[in-house]
């Protein structure tokens, strides 16, 4: 079993910015991608970014592409997400994910 704990979500304005965590267990954190979706009300979970296992290698959804920016740290088990000239339209729970497993999700809410 793999625990994924998202933080660092949170209520900001419109341009702000906010950085996202999730911290995983297990010694093989390393050896997978990992990603950040997101879902609005209403809406599917949709793409956000992901990041290869050592970090190489990213990508992006074209609606965040220049505003936000994965990374990890292996030694600390943790990815991030550091999330930039956020829109309201960027409101939603974000969710960290491993192949295979979910965390449990953090609100992010963009005020215009």
């Known amino acids: 079993q793999v625990q994924l704990v998202e933080s660092g979500g949170g209520l900001v304005q419109a341009g702000g910015s906010l950085r996202l965590s999730c911290a995983a267990e297990?010694?093989?954190?390393?050896?997978?991608?990992m990603g950040w979706f997101r879902q609005a009300p209403g809406k599917e979970r949709e793409f956000v970014a992901a990041i290869t296992s050592s970090g190489g290698s990213t990508n992006y959804a074209d609606s965040v592409k220049g505003r936000f920016t994965i990374s990890r740290d292996n030694a600390k088990f943790t990815v991030y997400l550091q999330m930039n000239s956020l829109k309201p339209e960027d409101t939603a729970v974000y969710y960290c994910r491993r192949q295979g497993y979910w965390g449990q999700g953090t609100q992010v809410t963009v005020s215009s």
């Open positions: 297990g010694r093989t954190f390393s050896l997978y991608t």
